[in-house]
């Protein structure tokens, strides 16, 4: 049986069953995956020398790593997503798309406030990342496609973990951003997030990354207001200039937040 491909307007193509029907509603307004992003994402990484180097944390299906290769075929790009059905989505998509998987340095791991382990439920755009809280295992219901949730619950309460329901355990390695850093060994041009609400826990976890500028850039969807003005006081702290700061988009679920150092990325 022969599966059908959704092609978005910027000619990447996914497959149809990797997409949720919240995302296929979405992409009838515009047919790109993020339509508040989109046009910043492809501005910055058009500015990125050749040998540039764009860090994709939350790769997930392969949307953005895909984007930013198509863009600058000789930039590095490095995917780091620790669900391993959405890395089989990730490949998938990348030999859809004529690339190869030698084009990506894939990263089977989570990024957070440690290095270690972590457990996982996986059921897609909802996988639940379990978490001991008060020695009890916790779970957060994270619905990422209802965007009034994801702002008003994860926002207030300053939820950092996500998703409940059924799915298949697993577990992965867990890295710091100084740990990322130093996995992907050279200076990055642009980090793009996408963590469901780990948004804090990742830029604490990297203060030497910060203090150096060992990022150049981040792209980060912020989910929730409160985490949203936490993110932008720490990158303020460290030298970083807002070059974009969006909470509350019209078209995608996610805050958008565009910080640089020492460059700056969007046209005035």
Do not use: W
Request: proline share 2%; hydrophobic share 40%; net charge neutral.
């Amino acid at each position: 049986m022969t599966r059908k491909i959704h092609q978005f307007d910027n000619s990447i193509r996914v497959y149809d069953d990797h997409l949720m029907p919240a995302q296929r509603l979405r992409y009838k307004i515009r047919n790109v995956h993020e339509a508040d992003e989109e046009d910043l994402f492809i501005q910055i990484i058009s500015s990125l020398p050749e040998n540039g180097c764009f860090v994709n944390i939350g790769a997930a299906i392969g949307y953005y790593a895909i984007l930013a290769k198509k863009l600058s075929p000789q930039l590095c790009v490095h995917a780091v997503e620790p669900l391993q059905s959405f890395r089989a989505c990730l490949n998938e998509n990348i030999l859809l798309n004529r690339l190869s998987e030698k084009d990506f340095i894939i990263h089977p791991c989570a990024v957070g406030a440690t290095d270690g382990r972590v457990s996982f439920l996986e059921k897609g755009y909802e996988s639940q990342l379990l978490v001991k809280r008060d020695n009890e295992s916790v779970f957060h219901r994270f619905a990422t496609n209802i965007k009034s949730h994801v702002k008003t619950v994860l926002g207030s309460l300053g939820v950092k973990r996500f998703a409940a329901g059924s799915g298949r355990k697993s577990e992965t390695d867990s890295v710091t951003l100084e740990t990322l850093y130093k996995q992907v060994g050279q200076q990055v041009d642009v980090m793009s997030m996408d963590v469901q609400g780990l948004e804090l826990d990742i830029l604490s976890s990297g203060e030497g990354v910060l203090e150096r500028a060992d990022v150049k850039t981040f792209i980060i969807g912020t989910h929730g207001k409160a985490i949203h003005q936490k993110c932008i006081n720490i990158l303020k702290s460290k030298g970083y200039t807002i070059e974009f700061d969006e909470e509350d988009t019209r078209h995608q679920p996610d805050g958008i937040i565009v910080a640089s150092k020492g460059v700056l990325r969007l046209a005035s």
